[in-house]
């Protein structure tokens, strides 16, 4: 890995401007800038945590979104009832997170194709009329956090540049984590079962346990997610796991290069700012983002990361 | 003779109407090449699939080393030593063929929830690959994709992975389908070669192979097996000459 092609440097570039964006956004006098590109952070992270499972695995879970709502609510509930302490928010949201995805999972991996992209969904319409039927937590309007999570010592979230760095960084952390994970035994078990679940079995994998980690850990991510979307945000909405924002996740993925782990981020980054920049000009943007996306799909299958630089031929190591 | 390998008693096998596998006995003893023959239809691959696990019998056990594995999923077996080759080669495509190797290996060194390392840096994975990749004749193909190799290095690919699994019992069908004359020659040495040190079944059409390679064969009609025996007796059985070999006898 130690050639120095178009797509590091690139790569390297955007992440200089990343590191410098808050000072530019300060300098600019533009803080909308820091608020879209945190809330594109954010989304990267849900997009690259279903990338594990889509892209690696090939389990196309359509209720993804659904952990973004538990982080949320696991925050903007706890927060309602004074609990602001991120210690304590935190890990609730990522074990509450976790226990769900496990539990869809043990459910779904049942099933294969279009009957799991079928549960998956129905699983995250469930949770969505769940928190519509919440009324003490705002039911359909949502709730209102009034005190972002409280992280201590100089980490004060109210402060939209540190929490900007600190998803910056959990989106880089989690990516390594990602990147090691994949090329380790338990991604090249995932990446097998993908390819050739017959062969699998017959070489005597247990094929569902390592699904069902990989689509607990991809929940549990999102869930993180979730709780960085509610500080954001200084809200948690039903509509946060609405099946159309599971279907923006799969836009993500697919739009930025399944598979990848680099390309849904970036995948996530052009479908914000596609929205953006479409919503400022009309309101009948949706209009225009459809074919958009059809004609890079069309154009560029594996994504833009595949356009940035075409994938490296198989070599051994 | 000692205890078999494998032992299958009362095999039946229904689909819809017809009988696939017909009350079907048959044991393998360790260490042997034993060979299934039969006309297409025979239920040759249905055989195996059921002693793989992959269909499960109407009726009959199957007991593998002592233990009845009747119920037990392919994956279980395969656990147990069971390996399996396709008769439609079944490889990792989008793998090279070295990982699709290694991927083997990892089947067989206990669980595989490491999310750190990198598997292509463990040599524990790697050098047992690397060598069951050189005993098929691959070791010049190990970085390329397993889509990029020509079919009969797939075959051989497979037949590797299933010898990275360090079986007791291999379950080979057909593995000479579609391979050219130097290539089956090879495949006939590599078989030859496991002789005695793995227990294998092999299904195939090409009888100059099975003549050099079994210990004894079945001869599977209908689902029956009309005949076990040495070579010899097998081609001088009268029922066998009747039913299948005539023509060519």
Same mark, same amino acid.
């Given at each position: *890995?130690?050639?120095?092609?178009?797509? !590091? #440097?690139?790569?390297?570039?955007?992440?200089?401007?990343?590191?410098?964006?808050?000072?530019?956004?300060?300098?600019?006098?533009? !803080?909308?800038?820091?608020?879209?590109?945190?809330?594109?952070?954010?989304?990267?992270?849900?997009?690259?945590?279903?990338?594990?499972?889509?892209?690696?695995?090939?389990?196309?879970?359509?209720?993804?979104?659904?952990?973004?709502?538990?982080?949320?609510?696991?925050?903007?509930?706890?927060?309602?009832?004074?609990?602001?302490?991120?210690?304590?928010?935190?890990?609730?949201?990522?074990?509450?997170?976790?226990?769900?995805?496990?539990?869809?999972?043990?459910?779904?991996?049942?099933?294969?194709?279009?009957?799991?992209? &079928?549960?998956?969904?129905?699983?995250?319409?469930?949770?969505?009329?769940?928190?519509?039927?919440?009324?003490?937590?705002?039911?359909?309007?949502?709730?209102?956090?009034?005190?972002?999570?409280?992280?201590?010592?100089?980490?004060? #979230?109210?402060?939209?540049?540190?929490?900007?760095?600190?998803?910056?960084? #959990?989106?880089?952390?989690?990516?390594?984590?990602?990147?090691?994970?994949?090329?380790?035994? +338990?991604? &090249?078990?995932?990446?097998?079962?993908?390819?050739?679940?017959?062969? &699998?079995?017959?070489?005597? +994998?247990?094929?569902?346990?390592?699904?069902?980690?990989?689509?607990?850990?991809?929940?549990? *991510?999102?869930?993180?997610?979730?709780?960085?979307?509610?500080?954001?945000?200084?809200?948690?909405? !039903?509509?946060? *796991?609405?099946?159309?924002?599971?279907?923006?996740?799969?836009?993500?993925?697919?739009?930025?290069?399944?598979?990848?782990?680099?390309? !849904?981020?970036?995948?996530? +980054?052009?479908?914000?700012?596609?929205?953006?920049?479409?919503?400022?000009?009309?309101?009948?943007?949706?209009?225009?983002?459809?074919?958009?996306?059809?004609? $890079?799909?069309? +154009?560029?299958?594996?994504? $833009?990361?595949?356009?940035?630089?075409?994938?490296?031929?198989?070599?051994?190591? | 003779?000692?205890?078999?390998?494998?032992?299958?008693?009362?095999?039946?096998?229904? %689909?819809?109407?017809?009988?696939?596998?017909?009350?079907?006995?048959?044991?393998?003893?360790?260490?042997?090449?034993?060979?299934?023959?039969?006309?297409?239809?025979?239920?040759?691959?249905?055989?195996?699939?059921?002693?793989?696990?992959?269909?499960?019998?109407?009726?009959?056990?199957?007991?593998?080393?002592?233990?009845?594995?009747?119920?037990?999923?392919?994956?279980?077996?395969?656990?147990?030593?069971?390996?399996?080759?396709?008769?439609?080669?079944?490889?990792?495509?989008?793998?090279?063929?070295?990982?699709?190797?290694?991927?083997?290996?990892?089947?067989?060194?206990?669980?595989? %929830?490491?999310?750190?390392?990198?598997?292509?840096?463990?040599?524990?994975?790697?050098?047992?690959?690397?060598? /069951?990749?050189?005993?098929?004749?691959?070791?010049?193909?190990?970085?390329?994709?397993?889509?990029?190799?020509?079919?009969?290095?797939?075959?051989?690919?497979?037949?590797?992975?299933?010898?990275?699994?360090?079986?007791?019992?291999?379950?080979?069908?057909?593995?000479? /389908?579609?391979?050219?004359?130097?290539?089956?020659?090879?495949?006939?040495?590599?078989?030859?070669?496991?002789?005695?040190?793995?227990?294998?079944?092999?299904?195939?059409?090409?009888?100059?192979?099975?003549?050099?390679?079994?210990?004894?064969?079945?001869?599977?009609?209908?689902?029956?097996?009309?005949?076990?025996?040495?070579?010899?007796?097998?081609?001088?059985?009268?029922?066998?000459?009747?039913?299948?070999?005539?023509?060519?006898?």
């Amino acid at each position: *890995m130690s050639r120095v092609g178009a797509r !590091p #440097l690139a790569l390297w570039f955007g992440l200089a401007l990343l590191l410098a964006l808050p000072g530019l956004a300060a300098l600019l006098d533009q !803080p909308f800038y820091l608020t879209l590109v945190t809330r594109m952070l954010v989304f990267a992270i849900a997009a690259l945590s279903l990338d594990l499972i889509l892209g690696y695995g090939a389990m196309v879970s359509f209720g993804h979104a659904a952990y973004l709502g538990i982080g949320a609510y696991a925050v903007g509930i706890l927060a309602f009832h004074g609990v602001t302490a991120a210690w304590i928010q935190w890990p609730v949201a990522i074990v509450g997170s976790a226990a769900v995805a496990t539990l869809i999972g043990l459910v779904s991996l049942r099933t294969s194709g279009v009957y799991f992209i &079928m549960i998956t969904l129905a699983f995250g319409q469930m949770l969505y009329f769940l928190a519509v039927s919440l009324k003490a937590y705002g039911g359909d309007d949502g709730l209102t956090i009034n005190v972002r999570s409280r992280l201590g010592g100089p980490l004060d #979230l109210s402060n939209g540049s540190v929490l900007y760095y600190l998803v910056l960084a #959990l989106l880089l952390g989690l990516l390594l984590l990602c990147r090691r994970l994949v090329a380790a035994r +338990f991604g &090249m078990v995932i990446r097998g079962a993908k390819s050739n679940e017959r062969r &699998m079995r017959a070489l005597g +994998f247990p094929i569902v346990r390592y699904r069902l980690t990989a689509f607990a850990l991809a929940g549990t *991510m999102c869930g993180i997610a979730g709780v960085l979307l509610a500080n954001l945000t200084n809200f948690a909405s !039903p509509a946060y *796991m609405h099946w159309t924002r599971s279907g923006e996740l799969i836009v993500m993925v697919i739009l930025g290069g399944m598979g990848s782990l680099i390309g !849904p981020i970036l995948g996530a +980054f052009a479908l914000l700012a596609l929205e953006e920049a479409l919503s400022s000009l009309t309101q009948h943007w949706q209009v225009y983002l459809g074919p958009i996306l059809i004609l $890079i799909v069309l +154009f560029a299958r594996s994504g $833009i990361y595949g356009v940035l630089a075409p994938a490296p031929k198989a070599s051994d190591g | 003779m000692a205890e078999p390998l494998l032992a299958a008693s009362g095999l039946i096998k229904r %689909f819809g109407g017809l009988l696939a596998t017909d009350h079907l006995d048959l044991a393998l003893a360790d260490g042997e090449i034993h060979a299934v023959i039969g006309p297409n239809g025979a239920g040759k691959t249905t055989l195996v699939a059921q002693l793989q696990g992959e269909l499960a019998p109407d009726a009959g056990t199957i007991r593998f080393a002592g233990e009845d594995v009747t119920r037990l999923k392919p994956h279980q077996r395969a656990a147990r030593g069971i390996a399996r080759s396709f008769q439609v080669t079944s490889v990792f495509r989008d793998l090279s063929a070295l990982d699709n190797v290694a991927l083997a290996v990892q089947a067989r060194a206990g669980h595989s %929830f490491g999310m750190w390392r990198p598997a292509s840096s463990e040599r524990a994975l790697r050098e047992p690959a690397r060598a /069951a990749l050189a005993r098929v004749g691959l070791d010049g193909r190990a970085g390329m994709l397993a889509a990029h190799l020509a079919h009969g290095e797939q075959r051989q690919l497979e037949l590797a992975m299933a010898l990275a699994t360090e079986p007791r019992l291999l379950l080979l069908d057909e593995p000479m /389908a579609g391979m050219g004359t130097e290539e089956s020659a090879r495949m006939v040495r590599l078989i030859d070669g496991l002789r005695g040190a793995r227990t294998v079944l092999l299904v195939e059409h090409d009888m100059d192979a099975v003549f050099t390679l079994a210990d004894r064969i079945t001869v599977l009609v209908y689902g029956r097996a009309i005949a076990t025996g040495t070579p010899a007796e097998i081609r001088a059985d009268d029922a066998v000459r009747q039913a299948y070999l005539g023509d060519e006898a």
